[in-house]
């Protein structure tokens, strides 16, 4: 039972225009959510977070949004660059009352940025 | 600060046989966290050791199995290999002192079990 879905394996966008990477899950205990990059060869690296009491958390370029209603969250970068085609995973965490280190991935969307 | 190292980054093994990965967390880092990646199922959660203590378990097979020393470093032991077992192995630490912790990844051991 995949609790995490990103439902689009893989998305291309140009160079300087938005890319939206969407996510959804199932398990309304879910109080916490990431965002990892991911390059070939290397481990994923933290990207944004968002806990379950925002809508909205931004970074520079990079802003994540919480849909708790439709559980759906979705990562938006702008403008997109080259050197952001890596594989974005979508992560989920649930506290349960206390600090916990499980986390339930996403099985990934291939972000390519084309010049 | 050095991040966190796995070794061996690459391991060939065959059916039956049984590796053993290591990892050291960023130092100061308590936990240790181990997932499995393989293509087309993102990465699946094994364990979470704090402290010496196995705090969380994924879904996985008494084969897989971990253990932490008292510096933090940690291990990882697949028994009797299968197939199936070929996968990326990701370690990752956190200091774990407050609720929502970004964890940090290591690059990882690529296991292939032939």
């Known amino acids: 039972d995949q609790q995490v879905k990103q439902n689009s394996p893989s998305l291309s966008v140009q160079e300087g225009r938005i890319s939206i990477l969407n996510c959804d899950y199932t398990?309304?205990?879910?109080?916490?959510f990431l965002w990892y990059k991911k390059y070939p060869a290397e481990g994923p690296t933290f990207l944004i977070s968002?806990?379950?009491?925002?809508d909205k958390n931004e970074d520079g370029r990079f802003t994540v949004f919480l849909n708790k209603s439709a559980k759906h969250l979705s990562l938006h970068i702008v403008p997109s660059q080259p050197g952001d085609s890596a594989v974005y995973f979508c992560a989920a965490s649930a506290s349960f009352g206390g600090a916990t280190n499980k986390l339930i991935f996403g099985t990934g969307t291939l972000l390519a940025v084309q010049p | 600060k050095a991040g966190v190292t796995q070794t061996p980054r690459y391991l060939i093994k065959t059916r039956g046989q049984q590796v053993t990965l290591s990892c050291s967390p960023i130092s100061g880092h308590r936990s240790v966290s181990w997932y499995q990646q393989t293509p087309g199922q993102g990465l699946q959660f094994l364990f979470e050791y704090f402290s010496e203590t196995q705090r969380n378990k994924g879904n996985f097979p008494g084969r897989f199995s971990g253990r932490q020393f008292s510096n933090s470093r940690s291990e990882m032991n697949v028994s009797t290999l299968e197939l199936g077992d070929s996968a990326l192995y990701l370690c990752?630490?956190?200091?774990?002192?407050?609720?929502?912790?970004?964890?940090?990844f290591g690059s990882g051991t690529q296991l292939s079990v032939l």
């Open positions: 398990n309304s205990m879910f109080d916490y």
């Open positions: 990752a630490s956190s200091s774990r002192q407050t609720l929502n912790e970004k964890l940090f």
């Open positions: 968002i806990s379950s009491i925002k």
